[in-house]
């Protein structure tokens, strides 16, 4: 089993910066990459950022230039999203991700965990 803990979010004004946490532990030995998911009142999941265990990144056009994602130099199992320049639109609840990829001599299945969701909120 693996376990998702986030931390970070809260009320800030346009324009403010906030950065989210994200650890995970347990089972991912076999861990292949940690993102962030957000999802606004009536709108479907988007993917915001994601890096893999070989520091590839992705990172939706919408976010690009003011959110960075990173990993900790130290602990492999925590990742970051620094945001920057945040707007209204940004008002989310955000989810961290971790992908498990099992891998037998004939196939890679992936497995999906979630935290619990942080909220993020940019208003005067």
């Known amino acids: 089993q693996v376990e998702v803990v986030e931390s970070g979010g809260g009320l800030v004004p346009p324009g403010g910066s906030l950065r989210l946490s994200c650890t995970a532990s347990?089972?991912?030995?076999?861990?292949?990459?940690m993102g962030w998911y957000r999802q606004a009142p009536g709108k479907e999941r988007e993917l915001v950022a994601q890096i893999t265990r070989r520091d590839n990144v992705r990172i939706a056009d919408s976010v690009e230039g003011r959110f960075t994602i990173s990993r900790d130099n130290a602990a492999k199992n925590t990742v970051y999203l620094q945001m920057n320049s945040l707007q209204p639109e940004d008002t989310a609840d955000y989810y961290c991700?971790?992908?498990?990829?099992?891998?037998?001599?004939?196939?890679?299945?992936?497995?999906?965990?979630w935290g619990q969701g942080t909220q993020v909120t940019v208003s005067t």
């Open positions: 991700n971790v992908v498990i990829s099992i891998r037998t001599p004939t196939s890679t299945r992936d497995h999906d965990y």
């Open positions: 347990g089972d991912i030995a076999n861990l292949y990459a």
